[in-house]
């Protein structure tokens, strides 16, 4: 009896000892499993670290805002109030669902060629609130002030040709004979008398050319630098006796030699006038008027009509402009100006509708992705040269968006936050795990530890009981 329980409890302690194998087995399987999965973790939070996101910058990338649907195409001082047109590959404007019922009003069906202007007073006043017939006004005001502008510009092109004379250096100073010796000198004195002498010499010079030529600011400001050169030193007392710009000491004060003066101004107003030239023989020419000829004289009196008619017109323009701009305020018209730029470009391009287009994360990786395009829009007057006639014309420029100045890829913070949060959280459901596998497998290996002992302990009770046995019957 004592030998078969003896095997009994060893098949007993042996198939406990079985099932504790497996159980160890399948928890080092478990463990092996927890190990992918951080694995799995750390690989995510490891990506998060280095994925980006597009920014908008106005200060070189210091601060930034969210590269957002509404930042791009809302009027906003982020945008400088001018729209950053989100588009597809295909060159459509892209609508979410704030323009979507706008843009159906100019092309149903999204196709290029819709037609803005008949619904842009009705688009306008919806999305700024200005009243209706203040944006009318305001068309209204622009054609007269248009109007007004085309017929300044053909007035303007009318303008009598002054007659004019092509000669030498020499025939031009002609003109200021009576006011200055052109071979002679001219005795200045010294100290303030000499500055003032010098003055009032430089500005006889500079009013009696200044009748002959059509632009007199420029020998006046030749004369003012010729001043401006020598006074300090007149002033001073220095003595000029050698000095190469045509001012001498005589002792008493200071004599100026006026050939040498006049060659001076004149490179000044050289290089400040288009009515001096060379001929095709190298020479210098200059371009005045005879004021005293039956010519210049006919000229002048048609000149003061032409004038007065030019000055009407000025003034017609200005009334119709002032009455355009304080209309509305400048925020107003900044919108109007946004929306006509968007709105035109809708109906040019045409547009397609994605409603998740709002969303700022799915924005973010269209453009990153390339799917969408950002284009600028350049919304001028254009006039024809025949006709005269007045419009808009569009110009626009398309690019990726990491090839525009204002927008950076930086780190993604908050997916990078939210990253390191999943990551915190997974960890420790991980390590909870494991460490309640590691003390399961520490007690399962001492009960086999002990079983192991157990099952030697029988077996050696049974060899000793059979060794004790057969020797009885030896």
């Known amino acids: 009896m004592g030998m078969a329980a003896s095997q009994a409890r060893i098949l007993q302690l042996t198939s406990r000892k079985n099932t504790i194998g497996n159980e160890l087995s399948r928890l080092s399987m478990q463990k092996m499993s927890l190990t992918r999965a951080m694995s799995k973790v750390s690989k995510e939070y490891n990506e998060a670290l280095s994925s980006t996101v597009l920014k908008w910058s106005n ?3 210091v601060s930034y805002v969210d590269l957002s649907y509404k930042n791009l195409m ?8 001018t729209p950053y047109l989100l588009t597809d590959t295909a060159g459509k404007v892209v609508v979410d669902n704030s323009y979507h019922k706008y843009a159906q009003m100019i092309s ?3 196709k290029a060629g819709g037609d803005w202007e008949s619904s842009r007073t009705e688009i306008l006043s919806s999305l700024t609130g200005i009243p209706a017939d203040s944006i009318e006004n305001l068309n209204k005001y622009e054609e007269t002030a248009d109007e007004n502008l085309k017929t300044l510009w053909e007035i303007e092109d009318k303008e009598p040709e002054r007659p004019v004379i092509e000669g030498s250096k020499d025939d031009f100073l002609k003109n200021i004979e009576d006011v200055v010796d052109l071979d002679g000198t001219i005795d200045l004195g010294s100290g303030s008398s000499a500055l003032s002498k010098l003055r009032s010499t430089l500005d006889n010079i500079a009013g009696s050319l200044g009748k002959y030529i059509d632009d007199p600011e420029n020998i006046e400001s030749a004369c003012d630098s010729f001043y401006t050169e020598h006074s300090a030193s007149i002033e001073n007392n220095e003595d000029l006796s050698n000095d190469y710009f045509v001012l001498k000491g005589n002792g008493d004060g200071y004599t100026i030699d006026v050939a040498k003066m006049m060659d001076e101004i004149l490179g000044a107003y050289g290089t ?3 009515n001096v030239g060379q001929n095709s023989y190298g020479t210098e020419t200059y371009l005045w008027s005879d004021i005293d000829s039956t010519e210049y004289k ?3 009196t048609e000149h003061k009509s032409w ?8 003034e017609e323009y200005n009334n119709s402009d002032n009455a355009r701009s304080t209309l509305l305020t400048a925020e107003q018209e900044s919108q109007i100006s946004f929306y006509d730029k968007l709105f035109s470009a809708i109906a040019e391009k ?3 509708y994605n409603s998740k287009a709002g969303d700022t994360d799915y924005l973010n990786q269209m453009l990153q992705n390339n799917m969408y395009m950002i284009t600028t829009v350049n919304r001028e007057k254009e006039t024809d040269s ?4 007045i419009s808009w014309e569009n110009s626009y420029e398309t690019n990726i968006a990491s090839n525009f100045t204002n927008i950076y890829s930086v780190n993604d913070n908050s997916a990078v936050n939210e990253a390191m949060s999943e990551y915190e959280y997974q960890k420790s459901i991980i390590n909870e795990k494991e460490t309640r596998i590691d003390t399961r497998m520490t007690d399962l290996e001492t009960e086999q530890s002990a079983i192991s002992q157990m099952i030697q302990g029988i077996e050696q009770v049974c060899k000793d009981n059979i060794e004790r046995t057969f020797s009885i019957f030896s």
């Open 59 to 61: 200060n070189s990338g």
């Open 74 to 81: 809302t009027p906003s001082s982020m945008n400088q109030q």
């Open 108 to 110: 149903s069906d999204g």
């Open 272 to 274: 400040l006038s288009s």
């Open 298 to 300: 006919n000229w002048e």
């Open 307 to 314: 004038e007065t008619t030019y000055n009407n017109a000025l």
């Open 350 to 352: 045409g547009w397609t």
């Open 386 to 389: 025949a006709s005269g006639e």
